[in-house]
């Protein structure tokens, strides 16, 4: 269908555009305030050690044991674990797994150079010493949690079929263990992942998934089935999300936050992908508990249903329209109020999508009363938020009709938008003054150019207008120009008074517009 | 609710000349920042460049911790001997590395915001109790830390001025002129007159003006005791307490003065009855005491200082001669401390004409000069009128009952179309109007809880805008060392128990006020 196409178009031209750019600029800023903030400590210390008594390393024992006690440890764990006695084995593998756990520098890479994790691999499969497979587990969890390295020595050293088999175990303890170890190792991106899944990881999970397993235990199984989820390039096959979802549609109706979270997250994982992707996600019917979710008081559970909505809403119109039909747009406005700016950001995102829609679409948001909290947004939403309500203002005006530009202009958004024109972000001020071109080019049909331009003027639009003709970025200043020689320059009025002339027929729209300008 | 953020709105500008001097770098690397800057955290607030460094004369207390413990871009020039009772460092700041593990940890626990880890470890249960044992001892560290610097930043008040700070920085440099003590002679002075450190703290740093002056007036005597028609004398006195007497008439002076006005409570028939008396037993002619100051008998005013006192004395005045000094200009020019103080705040505050504060900052800076006497006395004149109009003001609100008592405090709301009520949209002349209604009213009611309570004064700051200034001062008896104010975090302007608010919300202000004061 060409008008599908041509929406399709237009929303990659919207949705992804500048958004990783953006995202690095943040981290940029984060970064500096953090170098900032550590040269000020800094600073504070030097004070210190001018006033202070003495102010020697807090306790030199424990600086200076740490590296050789460790490797006089390693030691005597190769030393237990390469023998033969059963007692010094569990000892051994013990000792290790308690260095592991350690809450600082966990010595990950000694472990692994000291030779142990072929001997640990063995462990897991030792039926007949549970300690032993427990602890070797153990241990094996906290070296795949470490770097890439680390977690493909652990599977290198052969570990992935041995903890498959062990998800079998009738001791809850060691097969939980081994959930946590395969979710460390899908975590670690997609190939080992689909490793995972060509040996079967799934059946064997989903076999432990019942309805009397402790919650503990379902929580390590639903992070583990996240992961599995995870990650894109690619994106894990379609038959292996056929084999979960199910499960995880289930998992999205417990009543424990941390499992509700983790299937949050997947959905969402699994929704951040094309629309054959979502289309899989919506025909489970999941939709309208996931906007119950949305209402729920917890910021770990909104925050990914959230995402997933957001995600949904950027497929296709029929998919966007799903999501609509299953309530989203009443849960939004009390998201775009949220205490947390975060959320903020997310639902104006959401919003800007739904936006991007057919005009029906839009319709709703104007049912629905989202313009309010979105123009509030634009006026007091942190950086990022107001980010996404101006994509959200520029998609509504690109595809609105007129009718419904004329009410956005009217709920305050212009003005909010121009003020924002001030922002340092380029990329910003460029999706603003696309949105304002689109407010002018509805102004035009109805012939009421000359009205928005004092409006633009009346509010301090158009001196900003004007101020970023000196902007750096180029395709800044092009675009402010020819906003002004459009619509601002003096033989402009000729123009608006022909297409006043020709329009006149527009006598509801014009009304309208005068309402408006009243205030 | 506040108009505006005078703080906020000062440090932008600031901001802006630090930031501006990145472009300058050769030019702006060193600020100083004289009477501001103290009690606010510079390099949070002005995020400087690393290697810019700040010298702060401050008055203002408490000093922020962060400016006392970094000494390499903040440099405070502070008295040794000024007691700032800064929290040790270690009650307030931790280590960097803690620091950042505890952030981490509740970063990942608090925030439920982010993405889950791909990855997890398993701590050891003992690990996970260390680690919640450490949460709770960092939890109790700064719990200690909010309450160790409430009581720190609770209340503010000033320290040593800052003229006298910079006075002793250029003697020690061997800097020192006769100019510039007699200006810190007028800085300790202004302190004093509007109030802002107690008599005690007024009577060390007189003691040790003292000292300076006695030494500059002993080396000029070396030098052939030539009395050039412009030279500078600067003496000790041990003066009345009446307000500009020596460029007044006597009986003005004693009318328009704080002390004595409230010790007669002269908006009170019998008070004007007192003040006869008094002036009978001392025996001066009333046609004298109308007299210009400078007009008056020699044979009078020989020994008019004794006379004075000892009727004062009768009429339970215990304290009407204070220790101060005075400069002569020539043989003509004969000024006390206070008198410069009152003149150059009458010009720094000057509502005559429409002039910016910049042009009112030059010309009260002018004042101090010796070669501008004229601007001297154009002060003079104009502190008259405030004191006159502070005077009348007093008088109507007692005698018409404006003081209320609210409960934790009294107030008082001066009106529209108050006569003068221009001049008191000032923060100094309107601390000077408080402090003397204060007094007065403590004296002419027969409460004596009022003693106690702190005076909260409103008056119209621009009518047209419909914003009011408010001010409060601590109360009358007050005997703590300090010069305390509650600080509350929304107040403004360098005096920073002035605040600027909108008409509409003054009851919301003082409800606030009210709850957080009882």
Redesign the interface.
């Known amino acids: 269908m060409p008008t599908e196409n041509l929406s399709d178009k237009r929303m990659s031209k919207f949705k992804n555009k500048g958004k990783e750019p953006m995202k690095m600029r943040d981290r940029r800023i984060a970064e500096c305030v953090e170098l900032r903030k550590a040269h000020k400590v800094e600073s504070i210390m030097k004070k210190r050690n001018i006033s202070s008594v003495g102010d020697e390393p807090l306790s030199p024992a424990d600086n200076t044991d740490n590296k050789q006690v460790i490797s006089e440890t390693i030691q005597e764990i190769v030393a237990n674990v390469n023998g033969d006695c059963p007692e010094k084995q569990r000892q051994g593998c013990q000792a290790a797994r308690k260095l592991l756990s350690r809450e600082r520098n966990p010595p990950l890479k000694e472990i692994i150079e000291a030779g142990l994790l072929t001997r640990f691999v063995e462990f897991l499969g030792r039926n007949d010493d549970p300690t032993l497979q427990f602890e070797a587990a153990w241990s094996l969890t906290n070296v795949a949690s470490g770097t890439s390295w680390h977690t493909q020595q652990v599977v290198e050293h052969g570990a992935v079929p041995a903890f498959i088999a062990l998800l079998a175990s009738p001791m809850l303890n060691i097969s939980e263990q081994a959930v946590w170890a395969l979710g460390n190792i899908a975590g670690d991106g997609p190939s080992y992942r689909d490793g995972l899944i060509d040996c079967g990881v799934i059946p064997a999970l989903l076999a432990r998934l019942t309805p009397d397993a402790p919650v503990g235990y379902l929580r390590n199984l639903t992070w583990t089935l996240s992961n599995l989820c995870r990650n894109k390039n690619p994106f894990p096959r379609f038959s292996a999300v056929q084999q979960m979802l199910p499960s995880i549609i289930q998992l999205l109706h417990h009543s424990d936050k941390s499992i509700l979270s983790d299937a949050c997250w997947a959905v969402s994982y699994l929704t951040d992908g094309p629309n054959e992707r979502i289309d899989v996600v919506i025909k489970t019917g999941i939709l309208p508990r996931l906007v119950e979710l949305l209402g729920f008081e917890e910021l770990t559970v909104v925050t990914p249903a959230l995402r997933s909505i957001g995600n949904i809403v950027s497929g296709s119109d029929l998919q966007t329209q799903a999501a609509i039909d299953a309530g989203v747009l009443s849960a939004l406005p009390q998201l775009m109020r949220h205490p947390k700016s975060s959320v903020q950001k997310e639902a104006a995102w959401a919003v800007s999508n739904i936006a991007a829609g057919p005009c029906q679409q839009i319709q709703q948001l104007i049912t629905c009363g989202l313009l309010a909290p979105l123009v509030d947004l634009l006026r007091n939403g942190d950086f990022k938020t107001q980010r996404e309500a101006v994509w959200a203002v520029t998609n509504y005006t690109s595809g609105g009709t007129v009718d419904q530009v004329v009410h956005l202009v009217k709920c305050g958004a212009l003005e909010a938008i121009l003020n924002l024109l001030q922002a340092k972000d380029t990329k910003t001020v460029l999706v603003i003054l696309d949105a304002i071109n689109n407010i002018f080019l509805a102004a035009e049909k109805l012939g009421e150019v000359d009205k928005l331009c004092l409006l633009v003027e009346e509010v301090g639009g158009l001196d900003r207008i004007e101020f970023l003709q000196n902007h750096e970025n180029n395709a800044v200043y092009r675009a402010a120009q020819a906003l002004i020689e459009k619509y601002f320059s003096e033989d402009g009025d000729d123009q608006c008074l022909t297409t006043e002339a020709t329009d006149s027929n527009f006598v509801f729209g014009a009304s309208d517009l005068q309402k408006r300008f009243d205030f | 609710m506040f108009v505006t953020d005078i703080r906020k709105e000062f440090y932008e500008v600031v901001v802006n000349q630090v930031r501006n001097s990145s472009f300058f770098v050769l030019f702006y690397q060193y600020f100083v920042l004289i009477n501001c800057g103290a009690n606010v955290d510079l ?1 949070e607030t002005l ?1 400087p460049e ?1 290697d810019s460094v700040f010298f702060i004369c401050d008055t203002h207390r408490p000093v922020d911790v ?1 400016n006392v ?5 903040i440099k405070l020039l502070i008295k040794q001997d000024d007691d700032l009772g800064v929290p040790s ?1 270690d009650d307030i ?1 931790r280590d ?1 590395e803690e ?1 950042e ?1 505890a952030g981490d940890d509740s970063g990942n626990e608090s ?3 982010a ?10 249960e003992d ?1 996970l109790e ?2 919640i044992e450490r949460q709770r001892a960092r939890r109790e560290w700064e719990a200690r830390r909010r309450e160790i610097l409430f009581d720190y930043e609770q209340y503010e008040f000033h320290g040593t001025s800052a003229a006298l700070v910079m006075f002793e920085l250029a003697w020690v440099m061997s800097k020192d002129t006769k100019d510039m003590l007699w200006w810190s002679v007028i800085g300790v002075t202004d302190q004093w007159v509007h109030d802002k450190i107690p008599h005690m703290k007024y009577v060390t740093d007189i003691a040790t003006l003292q000292r300076h002056v006695s030494r500059h007036n002993h080396r000029n005597e070396d030098e052939e005791n030539s009395l050039s028609i412009d030279c500078m004398r600067i003496t000790f006195e041990y003066d009345l307490r009446l307000v500009l007497y020596q460029h007044w008439s006597l009986y003005e002076s004693i009318c328009n003065s704080c002390y004595t006005s409230c010790s007669f409570k002269l908006w009170s028939i019998n008070g004007q009855k007192k003040l006869q008396e008094f002036l009978a037993d001392m025996g001066l002619p009333l046609k004298q005491v109308r007299q210009k100051f400078n007009s008056m008998d020699m044979t009078i005013k020989e020994n008019l200082r004794e006379v004075i006192e000892e009727s004062a004395n009768k009429f339970s005045m215990k304290d009407i001669r204070v220790q101060t000094f005075a400069v002569h200009f020539g043989f003509k020019n004969r000024f006390l401390a206070s008198d410069v103080v009152h003149a150059a705040a009458a010009l720094l505050e000057n509502v005559e004409k429409d002039e910016t504060p910049t042009d009112n900052f030059i010309k009260a800076l002018d004042c101090l000069s010796r070669s501008n006497l004229e601007w001297l006395h154009l002060g003079i004149a104009l502190a008259k009128k405030k004191l006159k109009a502070i005077q009348q003001t007093v008088a109507s609100c007692i005698c018409t009952n404006l003081i209320l008592s609210q409960g934790p405090f009294l107030y008082c709301h001066l009106l529209e179309g108050t006569p003068d009520v221009k001049l008191f949209s000032k923060p100094l002349a309107l601390t000077l109007l408080c402090k003397y209604l204060l007094k007065a009213f403590v004296c002419s009611t027969r409460n004596k809880r009022c003693k106690i309570l702190p005076l909260i004064m409103a008056a119209p700051l621009d009518v047209e805008k419909g914003t009011v200034i408010v001010l409060g001062i601590p109360p009358e008896s007050e005997t703590s060392d300090k010069k305390k104010w509650v600080s509350n975090s929304n107040s403004n302007h360098f005096y920073f128990q002035v605040s600027l608010l909108k008409m509409e919300d003054r009851g919301k202000f003082l409800d606030a006020l009210i709850a957080l004061l009882s």
């Open positions: 390099l995020q690393e962060v413990y970094n000494d390499t871009q460092y700041f960097d620091d593990e925030d439920g915001s993405e889950p880890s791909g990855k997890r470890r398993r701590y050891d690990a260390r680690r």
